[in-house]
């Protein structure tokens, strides 16, 4: 493998200083501070103790012309026509009385059965 096959072609000059601050032992970050046996870090050595809390799933998303991302009981109301559609995405569904809408005014119920 020979080294150009490493540089990204859409940012040459980047690559360059990278390459250059190694190859001359400057740090990589600034390029000022030059790297020598005396140089070092702060902080631990491991970070494998570190451990995150897994975020929650996002809520679905149901794309109209796909039906395969909607849940079954979203898709049910766009079949029924109570569904609001913005964009072709389900944002929300008409309230049972038919004059409260869960939608601003520049969405629209669909009324038409795909």
């Given amino acids: 493998m020979l080294i ?3 540089v990204p072609s859409y940012q040459p000059e980047v690559s360059y ?3 250059m601050r190694a190859l001359m032992n400057k740090d990589v970050a600034t390029g000022i501070i ?3 046996d005396n140089y070092s870090t702060f902080g631990p050595s491991s970070t494998w103790h570190v451990k995150n809390k897994i975020p929650p799933w996002p809520q679905p998303t149901c794309y109209i012309l796909s039906p395969g991302t909607c849940t079954e009981e979203v898709y049910a109301t766009v079949k029924n026509g109570t569904a609001v559609v913005k964009d072709y995405i389900v944002v929300g569904k008409e309230e049972k009385d038919g004059l409260e809408k869960t939608m601003q005014d520049e969405q629209h ?3 038409e059965e795909l």
């Fill in 4 to 6: 150009y096959d490493l």
């Fill in 17 to 19: 200083e990278i390459f």
């Fill in 34 to 36: 030059s790297v020598t």
């Fill in 109 to 111: 119920p669909l009324v």
